[in-house]
């Protein structure tokens, strides 16, 4: 954790010396940046779920979390954040996993988990996923600009959602899952396309 801080600070340095002392990007601290508390909130949830061994039973469960920290970054971009295009794509995130948050909810009500040696690979792949987004999230570079701030770190965490979803189209067995995780692939590739294009030509490097 030490390195990665130590990155993300030359990081912004390497940023700020591209601008004048004047213009240069002012640093916030990730403590107290809003997206950023919501995405430590909802990994500590995520650490505190106990694997079943059953990969479809896994995949949902971490995935209501999972969704639920999107909604939350989403809400709050649209309380505190002023770029309409990025508004409205916070808006479209919550409409669509709240649907999904909602069918994987139900599932599980009805799914029985039985642990198998698939189900346990598909729980190790996760685990490794999840702790490349804690160590991503956390040398992201962050300005206080709120609509820059949670397009960085949407990205980080669509991709932890895509890479969930791959996972369980190659060990699940459940159709209806395997479903969704082809849906949230879809969806979601899509909006990191379009939130990284927003910041290439809106993010804090240009201003």
Known sequence: MKTLKIFALLAALSIYSCKDDAEGIIVQDHDTNAFMTI?????????AMKMTGDADHDFASMMVMHHQGAIDMANKEI?????????AMAQQIIDKQTAEKTDLTEWLKSHTPQSNAEGQ???????????????????????GDADAD????????????????????HHGHHADIKEMASMMIKD????????????????????
């Open 39 to 47: 995405m430590h909130s909802m990994n500590a949830q995520m650490d």
């Open 150 to 169: 949670f397009s960085e770190l949407m990205i980080v965490h669509h991709q932890t959602a895509t890479d969930n979803a791959s996972s369980i189209l």
């Open 188 to 207: 979601q590739n899509k909006e990191i396309t379009d939130l990284a294009a927003w910041l290439k030509e809106n993010g804090p490097s240009n201003q």
């Open 121 to 143: 690979a598909f729980d190790a792949e996760m685990i490794e996923v999840m702790a490349k987004m804690k160590n991503w999230k956390d040398i992201q570079v962050l300005t």
């Open 79 to 87: 309380e505190i954040g002023n770029d309409a295009n990025i508004k």
